[in-house]
T-cell receptor
Framework: GNSVTQMEGPVTLSEEAFLTINCTYT??????LFWYVQYPGEGLQLLLK?????DKGSNKGFEATYRKETTSFHLEKGSVQVSDSAVYFC????????FGKGTMLLVSP | GAGVSQSPSNKVTEKGKDVELRCDPI?????LYWYRQRLGQGLEFLIY????????KSGLPSDRFSAERTGESVSTLTIQRTQQEDSAVYLC????????????FGPGTRLLVL
């Protein structure tokens, strides 16, 4: 079956640092890949997605590239802000989604 | 416009009791999903409704769990004879037309079974 593995958190960074959150997956076929984010006190919301191999999803300075050869979809941002502090979930699917356990990011000033 | 809403936001119940959780999707969204998130775990898919098609119930963990949806609107998730391991946050999401379209999540119902 499908599964998603994310790096465990929390990830603690200083403002303006470079961010990578690793995500690897196993899947049948070629599902779409997603990053969802949950800010403190808010609901889960889509951050970015990619629907086929080599696609790059991007939003709010975050990027992730669908790598079929390494079955990965790592999330990156060049310069994080305090407001990026949240829990990030990697997910895959065609309609119903399979989620990773989430990675908490804490950014300090 | 209004997002996905869920009620109640919190529910505490005793083991063995039945509970009903409600989800109001975004108006016009044909697809509706239920997930649950247990402490320290990722979200687990429970059930998926798409238009008038038979629901995908493949994620329901036991026959104590059931869900209904009225047309393309409100959905109710029912847990009968609750157990302590049912304690979790139950999340509802909707999307415009299923597929790999963006799912919009509600704030969740936090269920605690004592």
């Amino acid at each position: 079956g499908n599964s998603v593995t994310q790096m465990e958190g929390p990830v603690t960074l200083s403002e303006e640092a470079f961010l990578t959150i690793n995500c690897t997956y196993t899947a049948t076929g070629y599902p779409s890949l997603f990053w969802y984010v949950q800010y403190p006190g808010e609901g889960l919301q889509l951050l970015l997605k990619a629907t086929k191999a080599d696609d790059k999803g991007s939003n709010k300075g975050f990027e992730a590239t669908y790598r079929k050869e390494t079955t990965s979809f790592h999330l990156e941002k060049g310069s994080v802000q305090v407001s990026d502090s949240a829990v990030y979930f990697c997910a895959l699917g065609y309609s119903t989604l399979t989620f990773g356990k989430g990675t908490m990011l804490l950014v300090s000033p | 416009g209004a997002g996905v809403s869920q009620s109640p936001s919190n529910k505490v119940t005793e083991k063995g009791k039945d509970v009903e959780l409600r989800c109001d999707p975004i108006s016009g969204h044909t697809a509706l999903y239920w997930y649950r998130q247990r402490l320290g775990q990722g979200l687990e898919f429970l059930i998926y409704f798409q238009g008038n098609s038979a629901p995908d119930k493949s994620g329901l963990p036991s026959d104590r769990f059931s869900a209904e949806r009225t047309g393309e609107s409100v959905s109710t998730l029912t847990i009968q004879r609750t157990q302590q391991e049912d304690s979790a946050v139950y999340l509802c999401a909707s999307s415009l037309d299923g597929g790999d379209g963006t799912q919009y999540f509600g704030p969740g119902t936090r269920l605690l079974v004592l």
